[in-house]
């Protein structure tokens, strides 16, 4: 084995990791919806491996196996093998991008403008006004049917912790991040909010191909959250994207710096008990059903977590029947790829129905609002546990 | 036969394949039908390493209308059909000789009926076999058959192959969980064979099929048994010092008159990459550990694991019990992921399948151990100790050169050994083209030309799968012009 850069400049080592046993493919989303090879992490491998070698060329087909994967990893919690999958699949689309250009142009344009949060709040603001106006075809854009015209403010309390508010999560759920806030001080800890320091994480960025921007907007966040407290998420996608800016940027300080990052469950699961539990009767939500969001359970593991901060606080909970099957939303992908995010969406709307649950939780919000889009009552695990304190 | 990594040349033959491309396109839609280079590339292998061919079209038909559509369709153009589930397969099943059109089931994923009270569910081919056992799970009943791949393999595969899996042992293999099939023809007639009654009259014709590896016919819905799920089931997990220890356990457990559900070994190196994937405990200290289950009412139960327990003490081992249902879980989650965690020793591995009688077990595993040495290779030893199912693992990186000349002459002298011993070719993987040259050394002519009689009358034209199965001499396909040259590649 070497390490050496064949064409498609992924790590050749990761490459061959992989021995097509195939055990990836039931837990592969779109493979599950199309049936097709091209759609399974095997296959999109073997792809990768005709390209690298120059037996194939980048032709369109190849790239819509690249592009059509959801980028949820759950191949790998399945792999016996560790293969890397979404680091070999981050790379290969960084090298497609580079080569070829494929982003859209509004893809590119939004993506943009999540690094700027002012412009961000005022073009979301303006969104949720001219829905108000009926004036904007929501559905149809695959954004929320209500956005916030209006955020409640934000305030730190101190210093004990950092709260990592994101970009559209803290233009479109910024109740959200109240009520993560409320949960954390109930633990006797003060926080800060990132706020515009550090705007965007940039794993949307990582997913679309567009390394550089990953990579500028990873050092600007972790230049702008100095010191040694502990950086606390409550978005998977953002949590499992500043969790790996150590191999993103291969830098000692980053690496420091990922090791200050914890989703917000798994921070709070060591505190449970400096928390007053509300009686039975304070639980909320009836009957609840967890949605693991990808980047909770198959990347970060901090999906046990969560069961364990949420149980106590809520009448029922329960666990959906698809072993943590994708929703199909993958931050961008529900934009870009419109018909499989929907088709892997509706077997997460038939589990969810098998559950018979009154309201699904979901610690991601492309997740939320991909799911609240299907019909479904969509909350964030905190946001049921600030509730149920209210109550006390 | 070739052995390595799989075809990926470059060429051209075009407007043939484009007027069958139309033709099929007409039939299904274009939406079923896709000619281009990357999903050609990878219906091009299955798990194994056995590639001389290239897919033609790949076709996802919904349904039975559907794959009679394409059987007329490559009649019209002459061209060979080849069936394709997940790809999960080890002995080349699923491999293009020549460039077939493939037939991919994947898209008839349906449980079309389940009966609770007769325990009989027709299901459409591409049903994958765990996806099975999961939806009859709250009816308290599952599909017997297990194979280690049962999480991505269809059923419409185990049929193919008459898959086994650890659970065989005590409930016996497919084709005991098959009551009827309903497959196409290559004349495009769909028929139905077998039936629900408990004796079906006439020729076992369902018995012929199971495991005809793709070359009678398509599957297209299966009625397969379901069982019941045993009152109580124990695993015990024993290690021993030595694999003599391991393997004389086995004999005396069968010996006592026990029929455990499954009985399983596995070797030090096959334990190490399995517990680094799951982290069940497993001990890496051992030279070989059993994993045995029994099951049945719990009274039972009880009492025979006490008996295994004791009987592996006898032999110097150390048992454990599985306290939970979890646990239990993970000590199969690693039993059945050790052909993919062998990635964790080499970037390649040849899954042998072969069948020795059990008391044959110690002197055949040495006598693998020191062929593999001798071609410089890697042992990795996980199998069916029970029924003398042996699986060794030949783990390699294809590209030192030389390294496939070795595995294959390993391969074969693990074969004659095994032969020699008095047992067969393979256990549950199917001949494929892994075994198709080595047919002649368990079967005579005359056997061999009575096979290709019986798969002529299926096929008369050969259309299905050729040049699996049968050596050269009794095949109806031209075997040495198929393998020798390779069609035009995909990426024209």
């Not at chain 1, 087909?61 to 059509?68: A, T, W």
């Not at chain 2, 199917?430 to 019986?454: P, S």
């Amino acid at each position: 084995m070497t390490d050496s850069l064949g064409l498609l400049g992924v790590d050749q080592a990761e490459l061959d990791s992989c021995v097509a046993c195939g055990l990836c493919l039931p837990h592969c989303p779109t493979y599950r919806v199309t049936g097709a090879d091209t759609h399974s992490p095997r296959g999109r491998i073997a792809l990768m491996r005709v390209v690298d070698e120059g037996i194939a060329p980048l032709s369109d087909e190849i790239v819509e196996s690249f592009d059509s994967c959801i980028q949820c990893r759950a191949c790998e919690t399945a792999c016996p093998g560790d293969v890397p999958f979404g680091h070999l699949l981050e790379a290969t689309k960084e090298f497609v991008e580079t080569t070829q250009r494929r982003a859209p142009w509004w893809l590119k344009l939004g993506l943009r403008g999540l690094t700027r949060p002012r412009l961000l709040r005022f073009v979301s603001s303006s969104l949720a006004v001219a829905q108000r106006l009926r004036l904007v075809p929501s559905r149809r854009m695959g954004i929320p049917e209500r956005l916030p015209v209006r955020r409640r403010a934000l305030r730190p309390t101190g210093d004990d912790v950092w709260l990592f508010t994101g970009c559209v999560m803290d233009a479109w759920q910024r109740d959200v991040h109240l009520a993560t806030k409320e949960v954390v001080e109930a633990t006797g800890t003060t926080v800060r909010p990132t706020g515009d320091a550090a705007p965007c994480c940039g794993a949307l960025h990582t997913h679309a191909g567009l390394g550089d921007d990953a990579r500028k907007l990873a050092a600007r966040v972790i230049s702008a959250l100095d010191g040694d407290n502990a950086i606390l998420v409550n978005s998977a996608g953002c949590g499992a994207a500043l969790k790996d800016y150590g191999r993103l940027l291969d830098s000692d300080e980053a690496r420091a710096f990922s090791e200050r990052v914890l989703d917000v469950h798994e921070w709070l699961a060591d505190r449970i008990d400096q928390i007053e539990m509300p009686d039975a009767q304070a639980r909320t939500g009836g009957r609840v059903a967890i949605q693991d969001p990808c980047h909770v359970r198959h990347v970060q593991g901090t999906h046990m977590a969560v069961r364990r901060v949420l149980e106590p606080f809520v009448s029922e909970l329960v666990e959906l029947d698809d072993e943590g099957m994708c929703c199909g939303a993958g931050g961008a992908f529900s934009l870009v790829q419109r018909q499989l995010a929907l088709d892997v969406r509706d077997r997460k709307t038939a589990a969810i129905d098998r559950a018979e649950a009154d309201v699904v939780v979901s610690a991601n919000p492309g997740c939320s609002m991909h799911l609240a889009a299907a019909g479904h009552a969509v909350r964030h695990p905190v946001e049921l546990i600030a509730e149920a304190l209210r109550s006390r | 036969m070739r052995l390595g990594r799989r075809n990926r040349q470059g060429g051209a033959r075009h407007d043939r394949t484009d007027r069958c491309v139309a033709d099929l396109v007409g039939a299904l839609g274009p939406e079923r039908v896709r000619a281009d280079g990357a999903a050609r590339h990878l219906a091009s292998a299955d798990a194994s390493m056995f590639s001389d061919g290239t897919a033609g079209p790949v076709c996802f038909p919904d349904s039975t209308e559907h794959v009679q559509a394409v059987m007329r369709v490559a009649a019209s153009h002459d061209r060979a059909v080849l069936p394709r589930g997940a790809g999960s397969g080890l002995s080349g099943g699923a491999a293009p000789l020549g460039d077939p059109i493939v037939v991919s089931t994947t898209r008839m994923n349906r449980v079309l009926e389940v009966d609770a009270e007769d325990r009989v569910a027709w299901v459409q081919p591409g049903v994958v076999n765990l996806d099975l056992s999961r939806q009859v799970a709250p009816l308290g009943l599952h599909f017997a058959p297990d194979p280690s791949s049962q999480q991505v393999c269809t059923i419409g595969g185990n049929v193919a192959n008459n898959s086994g899996g650890p659970h065989c042992l005590a409930y016996g293999v497919t084709s005991a969980h098959v009551l009827a099939v309903e497959v196409v023809l290559s004349s495009g007639e769909a028929v139905v064979l077998g039936g629900l009654d408990a004796e079906p009259s006439g020729y076992d014709l369902r018995g012929a099929f199971v495991g005809s590896e793709g070359m009678f016919g398509i599957a297209t819905k299966i009625a397969v048994r379901l069982t019941p799920d045993p009152e109580s089931i124990k695993t015990l997990l024993l290690s021993f010092d030595s694999v003599a220890d391991a393997a004389a356990t086995v004999g005396a457990v069968i010996a006592s008159g026990l029929v455990p559900a499954a009985v399983e070994m596995m070797d030090q190196r096959c334990v190490a990459a399995v517990e680094d994937f799951v982290q069940a405990g497993y001990p890496r200290e051992a030279a070989a550990v059993l994993l045995i289950e029994v099951d049945g009412l719990s009274r039972g139960v009880e009492a025979d694991t006490r008996k295994v327990a004791e009987i592996g003490r006898a032999h110097g081992g150390n048992v454990r019990v599985a306290a939970d249902e979890e646990e239990r879980a993970l000590l199969w989650k690693g039993r059945k992921s050790a052909f993919g965690a062998i990635a964790r020793v080499a970037p390649d591995y040849y899954l042998h399948d072969t069948v020795v009688p059990r008391s044959k077990l110690v002197e055949v595993l040495k006598a693998v151990y020191e062929i593999v040495d001798r071609h410089d290779l890697v042992a990795v030893n996980v199998f069916h100790a029970g029924d003398g199912n042996l699986h060794p693992l030949l783990a390699y990186d294809s590209r030192q050169p030389g390294a496939n000349e070795r595995v294959a002459a390993a391969g074969q002298e693990i074969l004659e050994v095994s032969l020699a011993v008095g047992g067969v070719l393979s256990g549950e993987h199917g001949i494929g083209v892994e075994k198709r040259d080595f047919m002649e050394f368990q079967f005579t002519a005359a056997d061999l030309e009575q096979q290709a009689l019986l798969r002529r009358s299926f096929d008369p034209h050969c259309r299905l799968n050729p040049g699996k199965v049968l050596p050269s001499a009794h095949s109806c396909a031209d075997v040495a012009s198929l393998s020798a040259s390779r069609p035009d590649g995909v990426w024209g």
